[in-house]
């Protein structure tokens, strides 16, 4: 049975410095998804990873994938306020989800 | 470019009732999967269509259903409703199934309260 296991779980970080959430998962996945979702709202897609390192940028968030470690990673540069949200990875086919980080970047 | 639209967005029913969700993917998308979102077990996949096929499917009891229409729009259905089904119930959207799905786009939701 796959596995997913996001940490932290929860962070609260303060604007302008840098974390990392990590991602790792139990059985072999080419694919994984990043998603961000804000209180009372749907899932919005941030990355999809296909292959063994695999980077993707969007603004103050990139995501790395490395498939044979079985770990992927979404570092947050600079952090502001609005990054605040729940972010969540998700591998394989028919979405296997992480418990999702619940990030609070503060003033 | 019209997102995923998930119809009804909240609803109330009571114990042992049933009841249908609908979602209408993007435009040329062909595939829709399902999924159901508590705070007690967080994301979790209920199936997925292609072409009106079931592709793949999730650890969820036979109360559980679904279909694609021909349209690529998918129903979900839910009977003998128990309180543990009260959740939100989230449909996702791509161009394609399984290993080729690429990037999957979700609509807001349907609440469901069962009370």
């Known amino acids: 049975e796959l596995k997913v296991e996001q940490n932290p779980l929860f962070l609260s970080m303060q604007e302008g410095k840098n974390y990392t959430i990590y991602c790792n998962y139990s059985?072999?996945?080419?694919?994984l998804y990043w998603y961000r979702q804000d209180p009372g709202k749907s899932l919005e897609s941030l990355f999809v990873l296909l292959s063994n390192g695999a980077v993707k940028q969007e603004g103050r968030l990139m995501a790395s994938l490395d498939t044979k470690a079985r770990l992927s990673t979404l570092h947050i540069t600079a952090a502001v306020h609005d990054l605040s949200a729940t972010y969540f990875c998700?591998?394989?086919?028919?979405?296997?989800f992480g418990k999702g980080t619940h990030l609070i970047i503060q003033p | 470019k019209a997102g995923v639209t998930q119809t009804p967005r909240y609803l109330i029913k009571t114990r042992g009732q049933q009841v249908t969700l609908s979602c209408s993917p993007i435009?040329?998308?062909?595939?829709v999967s399902w999924y159901q979102q508590t705070p007690g077990q967080g994301l979790q996949f209920l199936f997925e269509?292609?072409?009106?096929?079931?592709?793949n499917k999730g650890n969820f009891p036979g109360r559980f259903s679904g279909r694609q229409f021909s349209n690529s729009r998918s129903e979900m259905n839910v009977s003998t409703l128990e309180l543990g089904d009260s959740a939100l119930y989230l449909c996702a959207s791509s161009l394609a199934a399984g290993a080729l799905a690429g990037e999957l786009f979700f609509g807001e939701g349907s609440r469901l309260t069962v009370l």
């Open positions: 269509y292609f072409s009106e096929t079931q592709r």
């Open positions: 998700a591998v394989d086919i028919g979405l296997t």
């Open positions: 059985t072999t996945s080419d694919r």
């Open positions: 435009s040329g998308h062909r595939s």
